[in-house]
């Protein structure tokens, strides 16, 4: 693989499209609605709203460990804007994801974040939501940021509150305009 097509790969590839209507090709579009189960019966979802679904990730690597999708098909945290929207969106999946784990494991040191695109399992942004300690214990490598490499495998839950927050100048002035960014 040349370095060129080994940084389409990294920096462009897998979720970039803009798209949020659902899409039966989906697996989390499916379980979204109803038509899959994350595990056997809808009894495996840990929280289902309007806006939002939880349940257990099938391969666990702790000793909790959950994904918060929205029902509303995002591609990644690639295709985030900096919006309202974008922004309340991770708000509240990063709100359930910490009372799912303080219901379900009350004390225990938790942590939170998204893979990026290629290193996502699925096109359809999930928050991984753990409640410590991995387990076995290297399983960790998959789910951390490495401040060394020139690209990201994974993004902290601060980093995408950070990307999405709409910047106060621009708010100031959509708000001027009808609330519209
Ligand atoms: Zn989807
Ligand atoms: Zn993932």
Redesign the pocket.
């Given at each position: 693989m040349t370095w060129t097509t080994f940084k389409n790969l990294i920096f462009r590839s897998g979720g970039t499209n803009d798209d949020r209507g659902y899409?039966h090709s989906?697996i989390?579009?499916r379980i979204?609605t109803g038509e899959e189960f994350p595990g056997h019966s809808d009894n495996d979802l840990l929280h289902n709203d309007d806006k939002l679904v939880a349940f257990k990730d099938i391969k666990p690597a702790a000793t909790r460990h959950y994904l918060v999708i929205p029902k509303m098909?995002v591609a990644s945290v690639r295709t985030l804007n900096r919006s309202k929207e974008d922004h309340a969106m991770i708000c509240e999946m990063l709100k359930l994801g910490k009372e799912l784990l303080h219901r379900d494991a009350p004390g225990a040191e938790t942590r939170f974040g998204f893979h990026v695109p290629p290193f996502n399992s699925v096109d359809?942004i999930h928050l991984h939501c753990f409640a410590l300690p991995f387990s076995p214990a290297w399983k960790e490598s998959k789910y951390r940021q490495y401040p060394f490499l020139p690209f990201a495998t994974f993004m902290s839950e601060e980093e995408v509150l950070k990307r999405t927050q709409p910047d106060v100048g621009q708010d100031a002035k959509a708000s001027q305009q009808g609330g519209k960014l």
């Open positions: 899409r989906c989390f579009c979204a098909h359809h």
